[in-house]
């Protein structure tokens, strides 16, 4: 079936059609970069990793732009620099550098482009000054701001009306301001802040404007599809389009993304999960305690559209999914896979609007037909359970190292051991001492599983 996608701003699913079937591009708000990640910082990462693989799937892997930016110019990295008496770029590397290991950790590819703010200044001002010089923005005190009583199709995207906008947005009401939800284009920097030289005056540039400068320099515009959390709805994605809009598509075509897509909150208890209210979780103390690719799971188990429940059980229950999956492919280790392509029932639920959770039940589904295949059908039954997982980004490890991967070698080479006099002493039907082996077993968290062809084992614990 051909891929549909639900459009925010359609309010409805839509067969995916790309400008340009040669260049499929796809643009989605990355990292403010002041802080480690929180796994609710890596949903909308995953969530788009998953998209950017089966476009590239549909379209080839060369034909499919994917653009993720980094926000380094910002209040929260300002203050964490002052804090630490370096320059902003110290912050901004550091914890980049952490963002995309943990990113890694969790299975996203890096995107094509990872434009950032800093880098981008040029072209910031200058759409700044083609947006004053059509009349859709006015300078005023020192800032330049963005007339939204110009943009005629302001709201469309969220579909609030104006006054709701306004309230919703809690917008700065100063005296310079034509109209209440006028918002910055160029700001004026205070004391300490990094500064830039432009026609408006010495500053730095606002929120909106620096995603739309950053689209248009690295993929152009307009884009195929733009994507981020539900919590940029507005004000931010409604002030980008509306300013991209405007400096684009001035008295033409007023398409800015042809597709808006947007994912659900990740909530832990009854909140959001956000980093101002200190209910996170750190990616990167989660992959201490649990494997990446059992997060990754966690954060696709549910449709990307709905709000997700964080909690320990879910880690739990996912790793346990994947040890069915590793399971199967361990009791297969000597089956070569055939080269076969994901399972066509597979692909269906991943098209119809990236239905994960239907998508995993295919995945059981093709390892049940792995494990009760016999003879040649062995390898094509394999091939289609591994080209499915791994279009979502699962199943790249080996299984034995799934299974045993929280052990050091020491700790291995003690439980093979172990589990090898187990396996003695139950051939000589000793069973006292198969028990006593068993408990040693089971003070090292270790389950042993029996089967016709030998002995295997894992690690329980593992959350």
């Not at 550091?94 to 996203?108: F, T, V, W």
């Amino acid at each position: 079936m051909p891929l549909s996608l639900y459009d925010t701003q359609a309010r409805a699913k839509r067969p995916f059609v790309p400008a340009d079937p040669a260049r499929v591009t796809m643009y989605v708000c990355g990292p403010t970069v002041y802080n480690y990640a929180h796994i609710g910082n890596a949903r909308p990462v995953v969530v788009f990793d998953l998209l950017f693989r089966l476009l590239r799937h549909a379209y080839g892997d060369d034909a499919v732009l994917y653009a993720a930016n980094v926000t380094d110019v910002d209040d929260k990295i300002n203050h964490r620099a002052a804090e630490e008496g370096v320059p902003i770029d110290v912050v901004t590397e550091r914890y980049l550098a952490a963002y995309n290991a943990d990113m890694a950790e969790l299975g996203a590819l890096r995107p094509t482009f990872q434009p950032r703010a800093t880098r981008t200044m040029d072209a910031i001002i200058a759409l700044i000054g083609r947006l004053v010089g059509n009349g859709s923005a006015y300078a005023a005190e020192g800032h330049v701001l963005f007339d939204t009583q110009a943009c005629a199709d302001y709201g469309v995207l969220s579909g609030h009306p104006m006054d709701e906008m306004i309230a919703g947005a809690r917008v700065d009401v100063a005296p310079y301001k034509r109209h209440p939800a006028d918002f910055v284009l160029w700001k004026p920097s205070k004391t300490g802040e990094p500064v830039w030289d432009s026609p408006f005056g010495p500053g730095r540039p606002g929120w909106h404007i620096e995603c739309t400068a950053m689209i248009e320099q690295s993929l152009g515009l307009p884009i195929d599809i733009h994507g981020g959390g539900i919590d940029l709805l507005f004000p931010h994605h409604e002030n980008e389009r509306a300013q991209g809009a405007c400096v684009h598509g001035h008295g033409g075509d007023r398409t800015y993304a042809r597709y808006w897509m947007h994912n659900g909150f990740l909530n832990f208890g009854d909140e959001k999960m956000s980093k101002s209210l200190g209910n996170v979780a750190l990616v990167k103390d989660l992959v201490k305690v649990a494997p990446g690719e059992a997060l990754r799971w966690a954060l696709l188990v549910g449709h990307y559209r709905a709000p997700l429940e964080w909690t320990g059980d879910l880690v739990a229950q996912s790793v346990k999914a994947l040890d069915r999956l590793y399971g199967t492919l361990r009791r297969s280790a000597g089956v070569e896979a055939a080269d076969t392509g994901p399972d066509p029932a597979f692909l269906a639920a991943l098209e119809d609007d990236l239905n994960t959770p239907a998508a995993m039940a295919e995945l059981f589904g093709l390892a049940t037909a792995l494990e009760t295949a016999t003879g040649p059908g062995r390898a094509e039954a394999k091939g289609r359970l591994l080209a499915s997982a791994r279009l979502m980004g699962f199943l790249f490890g080996d299984p034995e190292a799934w299974f045993q991967g929280g052990a050091d070698e020491a700790l291995k080479a003690r439980i093979d051991d172990l589990v090898a006099r187990r396996s003695q002493a139950r051939a000589a039907k000793d069973w006292a001492a198969a028990d006593q082996i068993r408990d040693e077993l089971a003070a090292l968290n270790v389950e042993v599983m029996d089967s016709a062809s030998g002995a295997t084992w894992r690690l329980k614990e593992r959350t």
